[in-house]
């Protein structure tokens, strides 16, 4: 995969975009991220659109992107913050403002049409910082 491709998908995902999956992700595609596992383009869909961005602004930066015919790997910084107080969020009770840092590096397998098969994410750190500048380290949130 070429890296305009893939920044491509990066922008329409920041966007919150979810047609981008139907574009970049195989049908039968494969993400194991942490304890969490799900299979298939609805899976993604269905992760992002009722559990990430109802609570959620996510924007993803990376800042370091190599791939070749068959594996792309980016290192990945994500900030996740949170749109309005939520006793529920995927990340447990949030307030409006509080943010989540994900660092890490993600391996994504591509198949012969050019799209993801499987998504492996690593975590370097994952931290909480409240409302008042406190930060904490959550290790994997999965």
């Known amino acids: 995969m070429h890296e305009a491709r893939f920044r491509e998908y990066i922008r329409r995902f920041n966007a919150e975009d979810d047609t981008a999956f139907d574009d970049y992700l195989a049908p039968d595609m494969h993400m194991k991220n942490g304890t969490l596992e799900f299979t298939g383009v609805d899976g993604m869909k269905h992760h992002y659109r009722e559990l ?79 409302r008042d500048g406190n930060t904490r380290d959550l290790g994997i949130p999965h």
């Open 52 to 130: 990430i961005w109802p609570d959620f602004v996510e924007r993803l930066t990376v800042p370091r992107f190599v791939s070749d015919d068959r594996c792309a790997a980016i290192q990945m910084n994500t900030l996740f913050t949170a749109k309005h107080d939520s006793a529920d969020s995927l990340f447990g009770p949030v307030h409006k403002g509080e943010t989540f840092e994900f660092n890490g590096v993600i391996m994504y397998e591509i198949d012969a049409s050019d799209r993801f098969s499987d998504i492996l994410v690593a975590y370097n750190s994952f931290v909480y910082t409240d």
